[in-house]
């Protein structure tokens, strides 16, 4: 399905893409991406009496500029947004041993002008799951000072659970 209805105060709509290359997020955000690609669906309507949205992407040799890793990532990544908050699971795969799974959720409003916005007043959640050193992880950032902040979740730090993620 792809239809789009774009008014001032309403976006309402679908679109589906397949093989569309993630490089493009380079020019239009501060996402380092030196290559791969993106298959999407998704429906949405940002009206504020029936706010929502749901989509689900693949992402294949994905390449972050910068990154230290010989081998590319893929990801499977679903969100839903019930015009309150914004729901977000991802599973990459990489050049390491386990897959990786993220959860993020965002306080996400309907808003006036059409375009959903962030709540700055409402708390975010997030967690990032993995097993394996962090290392495997680690060479897959562009450098840059990162910062990890937490406290393993369990006795003996079999599993680590991070509280806050900083650049």
Known sequence: MDSLTWRPDVVVGGLDGAQLPMALLDHLTRVPVASGFLDVATTFDTRRTTAGAVFDAAIRDLVLTGAEADHALAADVSGRWDGA?????????????????????????????????????DPVDGAVSWRGNIAELWNLLPPSPHVLEGTPNSPGGAGTRWTRVSR
Do not use: C, M
């Open 85 to 121: 908050r914004l729901d977000l699971q991802a599973t990459v795969r990489g050049g390491f041993r386990e897959p990786f799974e993220a959860r993020l959720a965002l306080p996400v409003r309907a808003s006036a002008d059409g375009l959903p916005h962030i709540s700055r007043h």
